[in-house]
């Protein structure tokens, strides 16, 4: 699968757009997480507990994004973006989506 933030996919072809497709995932804050943050504010630092846990999300909203597209019969998501919003306290959505669409 052909994945893009272009609206176009370079030296190729749009043959057919299906449509919009999106993958998401809600994740939230873990507790050995929230503590090793606590402590990470008072000295400073990356926190790599939710570095992980925010890339865990994306590489899964992404997936299920292409799952998607595969279904609907595109061999390409363009004009791909990420977005993320608060759901309830300590908890987020990550949401991937594109365009898919067939290209030659």
């Known amino acids: 699968m052909i994945t893009s933030t272009l609206e176009t996919v370079p030296d190729r072809v749009i043959r057919e757009h299906l449509g919009i497709v999106q993958g998401s995932t809600v994740r939230a804050k873990h507790i050995g997480r929230d503590l090793m943050a606590g402590l990470k504010n008072i000295v400073g630092g990356e926190l790599k507990g939710y570095t992980e846990l925010l890339s865990e999300a994306r590489d899964e909203a992404f997936a299920r994004m292409i799952e998607q597209a595969t279904a ?3 061999n390409a998501v363009i004009n791909v973006r990420f977005s993320t919003s608060s759901v309830t306290q300590g908890a987020s959505e990550i949401l991937a989506y ?4 067939i290209v030659e």
Do not use: F, R, Y
Not at 98 to 101: F, R, T
């Open 72 to 74: 609907k019969g595109a």
């Open 98 to 101: 594109g365009s898919a669409v």
